[in-house]
């Protein structure tokens, strides 16, 4: 009988080493083993067990070493089908990542294993044996017949928590001791401990690489995925101990705050199924998309309505056809915030076929919500960017809502971008993609007129609403005037008629804490964060300073500590700030402030909308939480404090973005029969993006914007390949990133001749050091081809192989959204 062989995705693989490998399938497990299930195999010379996924059946014929078995199925049927795994590999071969990172995110943290190591005395070791030998091996003394297999946490315990590695080593090849390993899954989220990672994901990663702790490397990528997770659950999912993840807080790896333990998901009161009636245009524009939803074939298109046309009502009669077709539905929202509103909708709409996906939730209820997408229980799935990978049965429309905003785009490995990730499974899949937006990115309406998919209008506001009225306050002059607050005189005024008039307003500042940064006027001593190469927020809440790269946080100083002088300064103003100006403004208003800081804990969004449709404040004040999808019948008025933020930013996308913030949240007002009223308030009153902002003209400003990206050769004109290089030695990250340069122009003057492009940097990151490890990059403009990931793909695998390079990680990002 001839031996069956399949290929296999290993976990914990660097990307250097990252390939699939041939192993024999025992006759005990024919039939057991398909691709899409997860085994455990042994792996390299010491025969390691590890964890991995099987890709296909068969072998590679030009494999020369030998060939192991397969040690155990750990799935009774596959986790992924033949359209996930062909998904990975197409992540995996454009994303320059492995395809372990691949499938993992397109798994719930719930369905991933914990491995269990142990050591136990062998059958051959008598007692006799064990005694004479704990003379010179200590840790002999553990051991017994009566006892025999003991956790390497527990090993590690009764050795005063320092486990004797080569005592172990020596006695497992004596064949003394010898070592096992089990992988379960178990539920348990009770806890009131939450973490998230302290740093950026490929920092956190690196330290927990040089460090050489698989522990470490697998709560990274845990949080990397959940982006949350209560301790409870990341001991559990990991097998690390609680020393371990108190280490990684100290060292700032992990962020570390207390919350009320997990609950099931509260169901909202839901409102009977209204049969709503689409208005002309609304109608028109759905006639155009319904035959693209049912033709079989992939289609995609760009609907473009102001805010406030009704969007989701097209989105649901859409999503309402595909399920009378037999279709499932996916429906992507970039923030959290946004999905209490959206679920309400959905749910009173579609009933029991709605679930949910989204970081929020806890790891037990992301699971179930998995199970029942994969059973065809659900067919309408709403969530954050990661939902883009949901197993919908008979997939056949693919809703983006908001889909210029950065949030689609991750920053961890896979490097994915939710929009590709759609067109993708709607090739596969024979889907419709829907890319809705009022302020669609440029790449997406640079695609709509170049052909690849039809633009949509929706021009006017749903049921004859007119759009606000938008006044731009200009700012300068206004100190000297005697207006010291960050609340201008044109504002407040906006403000205090809006009150009259029994109305709600929203303010948008897009800074939280209470002070950009504190300053000394005698010295001009700023604290900076002793990690990052940034400045220090200050929080008034709690009287300290915060780093929001590394989340380390100290106490205030009340006196400058170069000179001694007690006239600190605080400059700028943060959401916390603001909110103590408004108090102080408007003592009678109640106040809700909407940012990272008040929405931490669970079901947070979801509390403080309620009780602002509920009319239990005057006022809504956040960050770009605000900006985007709320829909509140009594808002007639909206404040911008500081449109000119990001205007300046170091980074192509900047006047795209805030142009695009500016448009959205001005949306905002009036969004019933009461026309509303928008306050841009600037110190650059005359450029030419707050001006289009201010006309809600997107047309007019991608004009502009397109024209600016042909000269500067920025997406969508020419694509953008980013490789930055990270280590704790900022001489040897530039040193590794001047080697990878010499190569690829090496190679390009040689080998890749007919792809030859030039070669940008060494240059820093926007922030340089991020806990006390320094980013530098190189930028390439090209074409996608398989040239450039030929390239691409054996620099990286040389640079990760290479002993010069040790310390440094490298990494690519095609079109990332900052630089």
Request: positive net charge; aromatic residues 8%; contains cysteine.
């Amino acid at each position: 009988m001839k031996q069956e062989v399949c290929r296999v995705a290993i976990s914990g693989a660097t990307y250097a080493f990252d390939k699939l490998y041939d192993y024999d399938i025992p006759p005990e497990l024919a039939g057991a083993v398909v691709p899409g299930v997860r085994v455990l195999i042994p792996f390299g010379r010491g025969d390691r067990t590890r964890e991995a996924i099987v890709v296909r059946m068969g072998c590679d014929p030009r494999a020369q070493y030998e060939r192991k078995c397969i040690l155990e199925v750990l799935d009774a049927e596959p986790v992924l089908d033949e359209h996930a795994l062909s998904l990975a590999a197409h992540l995996c071969s454009t994303l320059f990542c492995t395809f372990y990172d691949c499938a993992r995110a397109m798994l719930p943290a719930g369905l991933w294993f914990r491995k269990t190591e142990r050591y136990e005395l062998t059958k051959s070791t008598t007692e006799a044996m064990r005694q004479e030998l704990a003379a010179t091996y200590p840790v002999l003394q553990n051991f017994s017949k009566r006892k025999r297999a003991i956790a390497v946490k527990k090993l590690t315990e009764l050795c005063s928590g320092a486990l004797p590695e080569q005592q172990i080593h020596a006695l497992v090849q004596q064949r003394i001791l010898q070592q096992t390993s089990t992988f379960d899954r178990r539920m348990n989220d009770k806890t009131v401990t939450m973490h998230r990672l302290g740093m950026p994901y490929d920092d956190a990663m690196a330290m927990a690489e040089r460090g050489r702790s698989s522990v470490r490397m697998d709560i990274v990528s845990v949080l990397a995925q959940e982006g949350r997770m209560s301790r409870t659950d990341l001991k559990y999912m990991t097998g690390a101990s609680d020393s371990t993840i108190r280490a990684m807080v100290k060292n700032g790896m992990l962020a570390q705050w207390e919350e009320q333990t997990f609950r099931l998901p509260e169901q909202p009161e839901l409102s009977e199924r209204k049969e709503f009636v689409l208005s002309q245009a609304q109608q028109t524009v759905y006639n155009r998309m319904e035959p693209l939803l049912l033709s079989g074939h992939p289609e995609a298109a760009l609907l473009f309505g102001v805010t406030g046309s009704g969007k989701t009502q097209v989105y649901m009669r859409l999503i309402d056809r595909a399920l009378q077709a037999g279709k499932s539905a996916i429906v992507l929202v970039p923030e959290i915030g946004l999905t209490p509103q959206l679920i309400c909708k959905f749910m009173a709409q579609f009933g029991g076929c709605t679930a949910v996906l989204h970081s929020a939730l806890s790891v037990g209820e992301r699971y179930d919500s998995w199970k029942r997408i994969r059973s065809g229980e659900a067919r309408v799935i709403v969530g954050t960017r990661s939902a883009v990978f949901a197993p919908a049965q008979n997939l056949g429309l693919i809703i983006l809502d908001e889909e210029q905003d950065d949030a689609y785009k991750s920053e961890n490995s896979p490097r994915y971008h939710a929009r590709d990730v759609a067109k993708y499974r709607a090739m596969q899949e024979n889907a419709f993609v829907l890319l809705g937006s009022a302020t669609p990115a440029i790449e997406t309406f640079y695609g709509a007129e170049t052909g690849k998919y039809p633009v949509l209008h929706l021009r006017e506001r749903y049921s004859g609403a007119a759009l606000p009225r938008v006044t731009i306050a200009d700012m300068r002059g206004t100190i000297q005037q005697g207006y010291i607050s960050a609340i201008g005189p044109v504002l407040r005024q906006a403000m205090q008629r809006c009150f009259a008039e029994g109305h709600q307003c929203i303010l948008f500042l897009n800074r939280r804490g209470a002070a950009k940064q504190v300053t000394c006027p005698s010295c001009g001593w700023t604290p900076a964060c002793p990690s990052c190469s940034v400045s220090m927020t200050y929080h008034s809440v709690n009287h300290r300073l915060m780093c929001h790269y590394c989340g380390k946080s100290i106490p205030v100083r009340r006196t400058c500590p170069n000179c001694g002088s007690t006239h600190l300064k605080w400059e700028g103003t943060g959401t916390q700030r603001l909110e103590t100006e408004l108090q102080q403004m408007f003592p009678e208003r109640k106040i809700l402030r909407m940012d990272a800081d008040t929405t931490s804990t669970k079901g947070s969004h979801a509390k403080l909308l309620e009780a602002f449709a509920e009319d239990q404040a005057d006022i809504l004040l956040g960050t770009q939480m605000v900006t985007k999808g709320l829909d509140f019948d009594r808002v007639t008025l909206v404040g911008i404090v500081d449109a000119d933020q990001s205007l300046f930013a170091q980074d192509y996308r900047a006047r795209e973005r805030t142009f695009s913030l500016l448009t959205q949240v001005v949306g905002r007002a009036g969004r019933r029969q009461t026309q509303g009223q928008a306050i841009i308030q600037t110190y650059h009153p005359q450029d030419e993006v707050i001006l289009d902002a201010a006309r809600q003209d997107y047309e007019r400003f991608y004009e502009a914007e397109i024209e600016r990206r042909r000269m500067l050769q920025c997406p969508p004109i020419a694509q953008l390949v980013v490789l930055t290089a990270v280590g704790e030695r900022e001489r040897d990250v530039l040193a590794a990133l001047v080697t990878v340069k010499q190569r690829m122009e090496s190679l390009m003057a040689g080998a890749f001749s007919d792809f030859c492009y030039p070669i940008l940097g060494p240059a820093p990151a926007t922030v340089v050091r991020v806990q006390n490890r320094y980013r530098y990059h190189l930028t390439i403009r090209c074409p996608d081809n398989k040239r450039r990931r030929a390239l691409l793909d054996g620099i990286l695998r040389e640079a990760g192989a290479s002993r010069n390079f040790r310390g440094v990680t490298m990494y690519a990002d095609v079109n990332p959204m900052q630089i």
